[in-house]
């Protein structure tokens, strides 16, 4: 089955600190790509950064990067020096493709709520 | 359009009754998709349309729900007799394309907030 999972489901880090907020994902499919998007309480999803399954190097955006772990499975945001504006949800989230099509949806984790504190 | 625009922003409505969510999404964007969002969870998938048909529908709960995309732009998802277990927000989104690779992350709109009363 295809499925997202996000185990953190709070986390508190300073001001400037950095945090990793974790994704794992199960696919059997060789192709799928890997998406973060941040929904702060206004609501609105924000895409933060993006992976394909068969990216060489880790994708960064900023201060934003994606630790990819393919052999893992795992696809974990990293957040350096981290700002009161990144408190947030967090969702991760993979484009997966049934066989019979190239067409392909996205499903998403549960997410993870980040406070940061001053 | 600049962005994903999706009427009305709130709805409420009685139990039993028929209601029709619209969805204008990103002019040239072939990919919309369709959420729904309960308060603390991810969203979670219903239809995705890639141009006028339903490319996967596996995530309608029931056949309560409906949605369509008649000239592979404007798309209107439909619930009929709800129910106040349908309550939720319910989020669209497109992507230049339903394929793989970069570039083809999905722009949301800013949900519809339905309350079953």
């Known amino acids: 089955a295809q499925k997202i999972t996000q185990t953190q489901p709070g986390m508190f880090v300073q001001e400037k600190e950095a945090v990793t907020l974790d994704c794992t994902y199960d696919?059997?499919?060789?192709?799928?790509?890997l998406f973060w998007y941040k929904q702060p309480s206004s609501g609105e999803m924000i895409f933060l950064i993006y992976?394909?399954?068969?990216?060489?190097q880790n994708a960064t955006e900023g201060r934003y990067s994606l630790n990819f772990q393919k052999a893992r499975k795992s696809a974990n945001l990293v957040i350096s020096a981290s700002q009161l504006g990144d408190s947030a949800m967090y969702f991760c989230a993979m484009r997966v493709s049934p066989g019979y099509s190239s067409a392909s949806k996205i499903i998403f984790g549960s997410g993870t709520r980040l406070s940061i504190r001053p | 359009g600049a962005g994903v625009s999706q009427t009305p922003s709130n709805k409420v409505t009685e139990k039993g009754k028929y209601v029709e969510l619209r969805c204008d999404p990103i002019?040239?964007?072939?990919?919309l998709y369709w959420y729904r969002q309960s308060l603390g969870q991810g969203p979670e998938f219903l239809i995705y349309?890639?141009?006028?048909?339903?490319?996967?529908d596996s995530g309608l709960p029931n056949d309560r729900f409906f949605a369509v995309r008649p000239e592979g732009s404007v798309s209107t998802l439909k619930i009929q007799r709800t129910e106040r277990g349908d309550s939720a927000v319910y989020l669209c989104?497109?992507?230049?394309?339903?394929?793989?690779?970069?570039?083809?992350?999905?722009?949301f709109g800013q949900g519809t907030r339905l309350t079953v009363v």
């Open positions: 989104a497109s992507s230049l394309h339903g394929g793989m690779g970069m570039g083809t992350e999905a722009f």
């Open positions: 002019s040239g964007h072939t990919a």
């Open positions: 696919t059997s499919d060789p192709s799928y790509g």
């Open positions: 992976q394909g399954s068969y990216d060489q």
């Open positions: 349309f890639q141009g006028t048909g339903a490319a996967d």
